[in-house]
């Protein structure tokens, strides 16, 4: 908070720096939008119901910033949740009959959905890394991959978690300490953590290096390969905990669980501020970006004036609209 | 005299009192230029003495901040490269301007293409291309890919293609730098050729046997400053280098004291091999030596030595650190050995260009920082330490490392690598495109670093470093090397002899890069 403070004071002090806080702006522009529309926009309720919705693509959105910002990108990652997902409720559905309807289950099946996404981060990472073809060309590839595994494994329909096991994991989607919930509490945890690795350690330096220049980073002894991997494993991570507070919301997954995930996480971290070409990242803008997306579909909920079916229409826009109010900054500081 | 008089009517190209300012800095000073048709005019000086900017201002691409100049008798202002090349006056960059993916009658033709109706007329396009290939006496498929040709090759499309843009005047910026001696032949001819059609040519070089086969006159800047034009025929090569640096070496250099002979051996590579470019090489540095690397461009120097820290593949060869034979596999294994290397390519391989000073610094010693975070008030004061000792002039400590003159970035780039405490320092090319006064002042680290016992081998393609600097020097030709000099054979013509195989161990086979 006082970093925030910090770069408020400072852009005060400049001229109008849309770059270091216009994600805020745009923020609190949304929420007295929201407030004007209905009054039960900023009631605890919604605001509650809001957060825990935007934990998903909050928490996915994390992990694309570590890889946007050493200058990759993961296309793969909405069907790779469908994929942990699909696994998850097969594996969990197996344990059953072994280790019985408890916590133990779950838990064996929340430890091996991470272990999947570890591997499939790490799938993605090596094959950019090591075969030297584009990350675009390679989650493209997985991204297709991952569909169709969930399709093929649902048989086209839907995988459903046994009904014993979700009344016992209902809870970690729906319960709340002090009044928080679960899946905010995660998004909350994974976003400090982001920060702080992101900002404070030497592998996040080696992020912003590696997404400004590779040959600078390889010519200052920085592993340009392990470091780029280990970005996508971060991500392959980030998704497994998405998928284990998603699965719980509605007990299933099927062909179209996840679809479009990977353009809202995008998305969050363009509208954040992270630049898209890598070497800039900011783990407090992609929150916010998360966080505006979903709002940006509960106001259109809560009003009549615009039809809920053209939230596409204004997420797109406002993305446009976020990146240029970035770049007129970056041109005037020329 | 009189012949001058006369010729001086008919230039096509004549700038008058042209100066250029970045920012605050002066880099031209009230500069006149002319080319006649017909002649080559070299333009000699030493890098930064202002010539790549001249060309650039003959071309359109940079303005002058103030001074006229004249096509054909006519003054005109040269607002861009565009309005250049209608005015006929082409510049073929030392980077090619060539679109890789492109073939070569796409590349001639592009941004002037050839329509009949509203397609593209692709037979005549062709059928021109493969005349102006012709007419340049090289076999060049109109169809190939520019990726897949030679560097050579490459030349010779931008040729073509400045002609058939009707050039009158064509100006070529080191154009021989990456040419081998018989693609250098070819280009000599094609000039000759070019001459006889009336196209004045201006040919940037600092190889002075190059000027005196293909040179009519010469104009020679330093500093910024115009001192002479006149005939090639009335300057000696000799005269041209004095008049090109234009001080006594002895200022610009430190007073060395001679080296013990029985100082120890910090580094010794045998037989190093680098595939495609370096050649069983080998070479000894002592305690608190300066050893020199000198060669031509594209030699196998800097290959050999990112080879040595661990940059490049090498293929065979073993290298000792104080007599123990060491396994270096990445440029951390040459660190933690306490061997540095400064790299020539400031921009690409050096510095972060937007981001800012201390995470540049700090970004290959960064474990120093910290275990698990990041320690950023320790980075500040080592910025601060760094900004003094190295006199790195910065107004705002939170700028970023582009905005920094080219002198300032190398002095940063130099405390980048010295945050590793090295032993053993490669230095690349150091000076390249940086100021006069800047320079002095790396020489003078150089030497300070020297005193203070470390080791350094010095790749430099300016003569007058590599003699004014080293205790001894390493000579390569072609990717093996031909020479080891110290004490009175450091000196040009020797080592010039060494690297252009005139002298030294004969080995005509070029490694096929």
């Given at each position: 908070m006082t970093e925030l403070v910090r770069s408020m004071t400072t852009a005060m002090r400049f001229d109008f720096d849309f770059k270091t806080y216009g994600p805020f702006l745009a923020l609190l522009a949304l929420i007295i939008l929201g407030t004007l529309v209905n009054p039960a926009f900023v009631s605890e309720a919604n605001m509650t119901n809001m957060l825990t919705r935007s934990a998903f693509i909050g928490i996915i959105a994390v992990g694309a910033t570590f890889v946007i910002t050493a200058g990759g990108i993961d296309l793969s990652v909405g069907s790779m949740a469908a994929f942990i997902a699909g696994i998850m409720i097969i594996i969990m559905n197996t344990l059953l009959g072994t280790l019985g309807v408890g916590w133990l289950t779950i838990l064996t099946g929340m430890a091996l959905s991470v272990v999947i996404g570890f591997a499939a981060g790490m799938i993605n990472g090596l094959v950019t890394t090591r075969g030297k073809i584009e990350a675009f060309i390679v989650t493209l590839g997985t991204m297709g991959i991952y569909r169709s595994l969930v399709t093929y494994f649902a048989d086209g329909g839907t995988l459903s978690l046994d009904f014993s096991i979700r009344e016992i994991y209902r809870p970690i989607y729906y319960d709340a300490v002090l009044g928080i919930p679960y899946p905010v509490l995660a998004f909350a945890l994974v976003a400090v953590a982001g920060y702080v690795v992101l900002n404070k350690t030497r592998f996040g330096r080696h992020c912003f290096a590696i997404g400004s220049n590779e040959h600078v980073a390889k010519y200052s002894a920085i592993h340009v390969n392990r470091v780029k991997t280990l970005t996508y494993v971060l991500q392959g991570i980030c998704v497994s905990i998405a998928t284990i507070i998603y699965v719980p919301r509605l007990g299933s997954a099927s062909a179209s669980t996840g679809v479009l995930w990977e353009l809202e996480a995008i998305a969050a971290v363009i509208i954040g501020g992270t630049v898209l070409k890598g070497g800039y990242g900011r783990i407090w803008g992609t929150v916010v970006g998360a966080i505006m997306l979903t709002m940006i579909g509960n106001i259109l909920n809560l009003?009549?004036?615009?039809?809920?079916?053209?939230n596409g229409t204004v997420q797109g826009a406002i993305i446009i609209v976020a990146v240029l109010l970035q770049r007129g900054n970056w041109r005037r500081k020329k | 005299m009189d012949g001058n008089r006369q010729d001086q009517n008919k230039t096509i190209l004549r700038v008058k009192g042209i100066n250029k300012a970045f920012g605050s800095i002066q880099v031209l000073f009230g500069i006149d230029f002319d080319v006649r048709p017909g002649e080559v005019h070299a333009l000699l000086g030493e890098n930064g003495a202002g010539k790549s900017t001249l060309v650039k201002i003959l071309s359109g691409y940079l303005q002058p901040t103030s001074g006229t100049i004249d096509v054909a008798g006519r003054s005109i202002e040269l607002t861009d490269s565009s309005v250049g090349e209608d005015q006929g006056i082409v510049l073929i960059h030392q980077e090619f301007n060539l679109a890789e993916q492109l073939t070569v009658e796409e590349n001639i033709f592009l941004g002037r293409e050839a329509f009949r109706s509203c397609f593209l007329d692709k037979r005549l396009m062709q059928a021109r291309s493969r005349e102006l290939l012709q007419e340049l006496q090289c076999d060049i498929d109109p169809d190939t890919r520019v990726q897949d040709l030679s560097v050579s090759d490459k030349q010779m499309v931008e040729i073509a293609k400045a002609i058939s843009r009707d050039a009158r005047v064509l100006i070529m910026d080191e154009p021989t730098a990456v040419l081998t001696t018989k693609e250098v032949k070819v280009l000599f001819r094609l000039i000759n050729e070019l001459k006889r059609t009336g196209v004045g040519i201006v040919y940037i070089s600092h190889k002075l046997d190059e000027i005196e086969a293909i040179a009519d006159r010469v104009t020679i800047l330093r500093d910024g400053h115009h001192i002479t034009t006149d005939?090639?025929?009335?300057?000696?090569p000799d005269d041209m280098a004095r008049l090109m640096v234009g001080r006594g070496l002895n200022d610009m250099f430190p007073e060395r004291p001679p080296l013990g002979?029985?100082?120890?051996?910090v580094l010794k590579v045998d037989n190093l091999s680098v595939p495609g470019h370096v050649m069983d090489a080998s070479l000894e540095l002592h305690k608190g030596e300066v050893l020199g690397f000198a060669g031509l461009i594209g030699a196998g120097r800097t290959a050999l030595m990112e080879a040595i820290v661990g940059l490049r593949e090498r293929s065979g060869g073993k290298i000792f650190r104080h007599g123990q034979e060491a396994c270096i596999r990445s440029l951390g294994d040459a660190s933690d050995l306490r061997m540095a290397y400064l790299t020539k390519d400031r921009k690409g391989c050096g510095l972060l260009m937007q981001m800012q000073l201390r995470p540049n610094l700090t970004l290959l010693a960064l474990d120093q920082y910290g275990r698990y975070l990041i320690d950023e008030e320790r980075e500040s004061k080592a910025l601060s330490k760094a900004i003094e000792e190295f006199d790195i002039r910065v107004g705002d400590v939170s700028a970023t490392a582009g905005t920094l003159s080219g002198g300032n970035q190398q002095k940063l780039l130099l405390a980048k690598i010295m945050q590793i405490d090295p032993e053993v320092i490669i230095i690349d090319e150091p000076t390249r495109g940086i100021d006069v006064g800047t320079k002095h002042q790396i020489y003078m680290f150089i030497n300070e670093l020297t005193r203070q016992g470390k080791s350094l081998i010095l790749i430099s393609s300016e003569m007058q470093e590599i003699i004014g600097l080293c205790d001894r020097v390493v000579v390569m030709r072609s990717g093996f090397v031909t020479g080891t000099l110290s004490g009175d054979e450091i000196e040009e013509h020797e080592i010039m002899r060494y690297a252009t195989g005139l002298k030294g161990v004969e080995r005509d086979d070029r490694i096929s890069a």
């Open positions: 009003t009549d004036a615009i039809s809920n079916y053209l | 005939r090639t025929d009335n300057l000696k002979g029985d100082a120890d051996v």
